[in-house]
């Protein structure tokens, strides 16, 4: 055993300027985005603007409000000061959107107050969709649709989402089943196609409105609120300054900008995150089905669905695809990224919380390109057996590895911040284990990169997230592919997808 232990030095990022930060909240209120000077950089953004009356209005608020500067309200290292939309990132926020499709609230409201989830669910997303539907005849360009969503959809619209006094009926296990087979029923007038969907609203309507070419930001109504706290009924929310930056380098990057990205980024280098997903976690069935995201130097994400099989092993709860499947899951990711990239790659490592077996391996290298040196990696967090602590009453520092073997290790990714000067997490830092699989590398340099891509989730703005955005997000894009597997289009950018 290695009892070597380093920490790591927060990675820097790289803004307006060729500036750099560790920060992003301080590179994009010194600098701006990393985009800022090239002909791509969106300087206006046109969105999209859909909701109920009431969620239109709290929009329009919100959207004046971004104009200017939001002071902190409290703790300014862990929420900064917001310095205004156009300040921060170099690209006007329009108070008013290009396009706005009113809702009627009590329509909305009677859809997702249906006894029959899958009903419930898809009812809702209609009601959407025909909004954006209707955006997308408009000879307006669009960059981005925001969608407003009531907090009753959020309640009610999930997977473990009951309601007991709305409309219709339940539908058992075994008539459920028989929908999702195509079966009608001559009492009950229904579309089949609604049991082939996602019951999560999220899931689904991110699926459904691929294609439409257009991504999409969903908020709820009650993040929109300006003023505090005024009872205990409210949901409780982060600083006005903080829902500002995350809501800001979310529509920034789905709009097509980069706020940022690492600095210490390879050319040639990529990540790969290989996801599994089962349809139905609850049944004892083998049929699962594979995706990769594919992240590079610049920071862009390319997504790609394999195909269904006898992946999932109820027995050692692992997934393992055939090595023929693990070949054409690559070929499609590798082959995505030579249509959208091009660029020639030297090389790849492969990121897995499930491991990956000899056989996988095998079918990932028959399609790697002669020359592209390739490398599987289990990445998964270690929440049973190992814990660090130091002395005081503060947690481990992040960024601290524990080289255990020169092939694993333990990597803290949650721990204290020195840059915000606190732990802004609620339990014991757990570490990631880290495990070279298959192929030749530094454990060092891979630990090192793992940690840097805890630095790219456009969907906030942190200092650091958990876990590397190749298995951070596998759950939600799993999710999002796997349990709509009928929807007419996927579109292989992940900015649709967050």
Same mark, same amino acid.
């Given at each position: 055993?290695?009892?070597?232990?380093?920490?790591?030095?927060?990675?820097?990022?790289?803004?307006?300027?060729?500036?750099?930060?560790?920060?992003?909240?301080?590179?994009?209120?010194?600098?701006?985005?990393?985009?800022?000077?090239?002909?791509?950089?969106?300087?206006?953004?046109?969105? !999209?603007?859909?909701?109920?009356?009431?969620?239109?209005?709290?929009?329009?608020?919100?959207?004046?409000?971004?104009?200017?500067?939001?002071?902190? /309200?409290?703790?300014?290292?862990?929420?900064?000061?917001?310095?205004?939309?156009?300040?921060?990132?170099?690209?006007?926020?329009?108070?008013?959107?290009?396009?706005?499709? #009113?809702?009627?609230?009590?329509?909305?409201?009677?859809?997702?107050?249906?006894?029959?989830?899958?009903?419930?669910?898809?009812?809702?997303?209609?009601?959407?969709?025909?909004?954006?539907?209707?955006?997308? %005849?408009?000879?307006?360009?669009?960059?981005?649709?925001?969608?407003?969503?009531?907090? @009753?959809?959020?309640?009610?619209?999930?997977?473990?989402?009951?309601? #007991?006094?709305?409309? !219709?009926?339940?539908?058992?296990?075994?008539?459920?089943?028989?929908?999702?087979?195509?079966?009608?029923?001559?009492?009950?007038?229904?579309?089949?196609? =609604?049991?082939?969907?996602?019951?999560?609203?999220?899931?689904?309507?991110?699926?459904?409105? =691929?294609?439409?070419?257009?991504?999409?930001?969903?908020?709820?109504?009650?993040?929109?609120? @300006?003023?505090?706290?005024?009872?205990?009924?409210?949901?409780?929310?982060?600083?006005?300054?903080?829902?500002?930056?995350?809501?800001?380098?979310?529509?920034?990057?789905?709009?097509?900008?980069?706020?940022?990205?690492?600095?210490?980024?390879?050319?040639?280098?990529?990540?790969?995150?290989?996801?599994? $997903?089962?349809?139905?976690?609850?049944?004892?069935?083998?049929?699962?089905?594979?995706?990769?995201?594919?992240?590079?130097?610049?920071?862009?994400?390319?997504?790609? =669905?394999? /195909?269904?099989?006898?992946?999932?092993?109820?027995?050692?709860?692992?997934?393992?695809?055939? $090595?023929?499947?693990?070949?054409?899951? @690559?070929?499609?990711?590798?082959?995505?990224?030579?249509?959208?990239?091009?660029?020639?790659? %030297? /090389?790849?490592?492969?990121?897995?919380?499930?491991?990956?077996?000899? !056989?996988?391996?095998?079918?990932?290298?028959?399609?790697?390109?002669?020359?592209? %040196? @390739?490398?599987?990696?289990?990445?998964?967090?270690?929440?049973?057996?190992?814990?660090?602590?130091?002395?005081?009453?503060?947690?481990?520092?992040?960024?601290?590895?524990?080289? =255990?073997?020169?092939?694993?290790?333990?990597?803290?990714?949650?721990?204290?911040?020195?840059?915000?000067?606190?732990?802004?997490?609620?339990?014991?830092?757990?570490?990631?284990?880290?495990?070279?699989?298959?192929?030749?590398?530094?454990?060092?340099?891979?630990?090192?990169?793992?940690?840097?891509?805890? %630095?790219?989730?456009?969907?906030?703005?942190?200092?650091?997230?958990?876990?590397?955005?190749?298995?951070?997000?596998?759950?939600?894009? !799993?999710?999002?592919?796997?349990?709509?597997?009928?929807?007419?289009?996927?579109?292989?950018?992940?900015?649709?997808?967050?």
């Amino acid at each position: 055993m290695n009892n070597d232990v380093v920490v790591f030095g927060e990675p820097p990022l790289e803004f307006r300027y060729e500036q750099e930060s560790v920060d992003p909240h301080d590179g994009l209120s010194l600098f701006g985005p990393y985009d800022g000077d090239s002909s791509s950089h969106p300087r206006n953004i046109s969105y !999209g603007l859909v909701g109920t009356p009431e969620g239109i209005e709290s929009f329009g608020k919100w959207s004046h409000r971004i104009q200017s500067v939001i002071y902190p /309200e409290t703790n300014p290292r862990l929420w900064p000061l917001f310095p205004g939309f156009e300040a921060s990132f170099a690209s006007v926020w329009p108070e008013q959107p290009a396009l706005e499709a #009113s809702m009627d609230a009590s329509n909305l409201a009677a859809a997702a107050r249906d006894k029959d989830q899958h009903k419930r669910a898809f009812n809702v997303v209609d009601q959407y969709l025909d909004a954006i539907r209707t955006m997308q %005849k408009h000879d307006e360009p669009l960059d981005v649709i925001v969608c407003i969503v009531p907090d @009753l959809i959020y309640q009610n619209c999930r997977p473990q989402s009951r309601v #007991s006094d709305g409309l !219709g009926y339940a539908v058992g296990t075994k008539t459920r089943h028989e929908r999702e087979r195509g079966q009608l029923d001559i009492l009950d007038p229904y579309d089949p196609q =609604m049991y082939a969907y996602s019951v999560d609203f999220r899931r689904q309507i991110k699926a459904r409105s =691929m294609v439409y070419n257009i991504p999409i930001q969903i908020v709820r109504e009650s993040t929109l609120r @300006l003023g505090p706290q005024t009872n205990t009924n409210e949901r409780g929310l982060t600083p006005l300054s903080d829902r500002a930056w995350n809501l800001g380098v979310a529509l920034y990057y789905k709009a097509g900008g980069k706020p940022w990205r690492l600095k210490s980024a390879r050319e040639g280098v990529c990540y790969i995150g290989i996801a599994y $997903r089962r349809k139905d976690p609850t049944s004892k069935s083998r049929s699962a089905c594979c995706a990769a995201q594919m992240f590079l130097d610049s920071g862009d994400g390319i997504v790609f =669905m394999g /195909e269904y099989g006898p992946w999932y092993s109820p027995e050692g709860k692992q997934f393992h695809v055939s $090595r023929e499947a693990a070949q054409r899951l @690559l070929n499609g990711v590798l082959g995505t990224y030579k249509e959208l990239e091009g660029k020639p790659l %030297k /090389e790849v490592f492969l990121h897995c919380r499930s491991g990956i077996d000899r !056989g996988e391996f095998s079918g990932f290298q028959d399609a790697c390109p002669s020359g592209v %040196k @390739l490398t599987g990696i289990r990445v998964r967090k270690e929440r049973s057996s190992l814990r660090l602590f130091r002395e005081g009453r503060l947690p481990v520092i992040r960024g601290t590895f524990w080289e =255990m073997h020169p092939r694993s290790g333990y990597l803290w990714a949650s721990g204290f911040k020195q840059r915000l000067g606190t732990y802004d997490g609620w339990e014991t830092p757990v570490p990631l284990h880290i495990e070279i699989q298959h192929g030749d590398a530094d454990i060092a340099l891979v630990a090192k990169d793992i940690f840097c891509l805890t %630095k790219l989730n456009y969907n906030a703005c942190r200092l650091g997230e958990s876990e590397p955005v190749t298995v951070g997000f596998s759950d939600a894009v !799993g999710e999002i592919l796997v349990s709509n597997p009928t929807t007419s289009f996927r579109s292989p950018k992940f900015k649709f997808y967050i």
